[in-house]
């Protein structure tokens, strides 16, 4: 079993960054692939990141490549989120979640731990 805690969030002008951390507890944190989504008010929880286990492979949707990067320091059992060029439409509540499966790792459905979440919010 492993609990997630995520920080970072805050609110930022557009076109701004900001770095999530998703702290986990635990002492497997390895044997888990995380992943990163987000919900806004009134929308489905959206996939925007992944990583495997060891941290060698990323996922990203077409839509979040080239301003997030997800990356992970299992010695200190923490996965990041590095969010740049940040938009008014990147506004919601980002949440990690974590499995040890080895399916599809874009679907909420996948994941049986997730933490509390943090809100992100960008200004125009």
């Known amino acids: 079993q492993v609990q997630l805690v995520e920080s970072g969030g805050g609110l930022v002008q557009a076109g701004g960054s900001l770095r999530l951390s998703c702290a986990a507890s635990?002492?497997?944190?390895?044997?888990?692939?995380v992943g990163w989504f987000r919900q806004a008010p009134g929308k489905e929880r959206e996939f925007v990141a992944a990583?495997?286990?060891?941290?060698?492979?990323?996922y990203y949707p077409d839509s979040m490549k080239g301003r997030f990067t997800v990356s992970r320091d299992n010695a200190k059992s923490t996965v990041y989120l590095q969010m740049n060029s940040l938009k008014p439409e990147d506004t919601a509540i980002y949440y990690c979640?974590?499995?040890?499966?080895?399916?599809?790792?874009?679907?909420?459905?996948?994941?049986?731990?997730w933490g509390q979440g943090t809100q992100v919010t960008v200004s125009s």
């Open positions: 979640a974590a499995t040890t499966g080895w399916g599809n790792l874009g679907n909420v459905q996948e994941y049986t731990y």
């Open positions: 635990g002492r497997t944190f390895s044997s888990y692939s």
């Open positions: 990583i495997s286990k060891s941290g060698g492979t990323t």
